[in-house]
């Protein structure tokens, strides 16, 4: 099922931060690109995007959720659907940006990476092998195996990656988590982190923070 629900005025205010990951990379996202929430919860990465002057579009299979998020309704396009189970409801469409926390569903990764546009980053965390011994999830089909993030992405340019155990930060549990910030570059990607500014020659530059 997917279905375009309206923004709900009502504020989530006790929702959980966005990941330092998230908010570490999304300096890669051209400036006012769409970005693409994958199982956004109750939003605390669209808010962040929106917050930064950036079009937002969600995708998740909670009604409840989607209507949570207090965003207006023209910087953001919200989608209930079922992306396991049912079809893509991006289908042909490319986005500047693909944020997924806290989510794995294999069969999808193909269609997320072929949902970023040229210069489009992807920004990925989740659970790693081992977290099975300090809590859940602790399935393996929710589990990534070691280095996996590598392998899904090769065919991007990889800026960061992660693959390790976190100590558990306030109000959370320790976790093993392994998370990735790739891009897939242009043909001709000088100057593509900020179309404002004159073109450089070399390389594109990613700046690590």
């Known amino acids: 099922m997917i279905v375009k629900s309206p923004i709900s005025e009502c504020l989530?205010?006790?929702?959980?931060?966005?990941?330092?990951?998230?908010?570490?990379?999304?300096?890669?996202?051209?400036?006012?690109g769409t970005v693409l929430d994958v199982a956004c919860g109750q939003g605390r990465h669209a808010r962040w995007f929106h917050e930064r002057n950036h079009p937002v579009v969600l995708v998740d299979r909670a009604r409840a959720a989607i209507e949570s998020i207090a965003i207006p309704a023209q910087a953001c396009e919200a989608v209930v659907a079922d992306i396991e189970n049912g079809p893509w409801p991006?289908?042909?469409?490319?986005?500047?940006?693909?944020?997924?926390?806290?989510?794995?569903?294999?069969?999808?990764?193909?269609?997320l990476l072929d949902s970023l546009a040229p210069g489009g980053?992807?920004?990925?965390?989740?659970?790693?092998?081992?977290?099975?011994?300090?809590?859940?999830?602790?399935?393996?089909?929710?589990l990534l195996r070691t280095g996996e993030l590598l392998t899904l992405c090769r065919g991007l340019r990889i800026i960061a990656f992660e693959d390790g155990f976190q100590e558990a930060p306030?109000?959370?549990?320790?976790?093993?988590?392994?998370?990735?910030?790739?891009v897939r570059e242009a043909a001709n990607p000088a100057g593509l982190n900020d179309p404002a500014s004159p073109k450089v020659s070399g390389p594109p530059r990613y700046p690590l923070l």
């Not at 989530?12 to 006012?32: E, I, K, M, N």
């Not at 991006?90 to 269609?111: C, E, N, S």
């Not at 980053?121 to 602790?138: H, W």
């Open 170 to 182: 306030p109000g959370q549990s320790a976790r093993f988590v392994q998370r990735i910030a790739a």
């Open 90 to 111: 991006f289908a042909g469409r490319q986005f500047d940006a693909v944020v997924v926390a806290h989510y794995l569903w294999r069969p999808l990764m193909p269609t």
């Open 121 to 142: 980053v992807l920004i990925y965390e989740t659970f790693t092998q081992g977290n099975e011994t300090v809590g859940k999830p602790s399935r393996p089909d929710f």
């Open 12 to 32: 989530d205010t006790d929702a959980a931060p966005p990941s330092a990951w998230v908010r570490r990379w999304s300096h890669l996202v051209a400036p006012g």
